[in-house]
């Protein structure tokens, strides 16, 4: 919970039991169905809400940067589910094409990780054969080859190559008091 829920929490507690209120507080993950709020640019898809770049093309560290002024960070994945979500979205919407993710192997060499996270790459989304550091590839992408797998699997690259990006949110939270 960050900090200013936690804030709000103690404010609304303590003014509650002045004013002789009873407060129920519950706190859920996402946004609940019946809340019509504006998470515009970030779209909802599967669990989670993410901005899918589909003019610009940028290197992964301008693409990183930019996704951190919008408060969020470049994709990663912790479950199949979350991929196949995004890979059926872009078939869907025919934005299939080549997008940044934040895996990298640059903080330890042969290993990827979600930089946005810190965690391994452990899913099975890798194109065939990769990641192989052809070119010194360091920085991950997804699409590569998709015509052939009709997936958008991963593959690594050098992080300087231009890509479309996509950005994830942080996992929305809804808090909801009764107060009486
Ligand atoms: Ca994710
Ligand atoms: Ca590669």
């Not at 407060?23 to 515009?40: A, F, L, M, R």
């Not at 010194?136 to 050098?158: A, F, M, T, V, W």
Request: charged share 25%.
């Amino acid at each position: 919970m960050s900090n200013k829920l936690t804030l709000l929490l103690a404010i609304i507690g303590l003014s509650s039991q002045i004013r002789a209120f009873h407060v129920i507080s519950n706190v859920e993950d996402g946004v609940v169905g019946n809340i019509d709020i504006e998470t515009n640019p970030f779209i909802k898809i599967g669990n989670g809400y993410y901005y899918i770049e589909t003019q610009a093309e940028k290197n992964w560290y301008d693409a990183f940067e930019s996704c951190r002024r919008m408060d969020s960070h470049l994709v990663s994945f912790e479950s199949i589910d979350e991929w196949k979500a995004i890979d059926r979205y872009l078939w869907d919407n025919k934005i299939d094409n080549g997008y940044w993710t934040s895996g990298s192997d640059y903080a330890s060499l042969e290993k990827h990780e979600w930089f946005s996270t810190g965690l391994p790459v452990s899913l099975d989304i890798w194109a065939p054969g990769q990641p192989d550091n052809y070119i010194d590839e360091h920085c991950d992408e997804i699409g590569y080859k998709r015509e052939i797998s009709h997936q958008h699997r991963l593959n690594d690259l050098p992080c300087i190559c231009k890509r479309r990006y996509i950005c994830e949110a942080s996992q929305a939270k809804t808090a909801s008091f009764v107060i009486f």
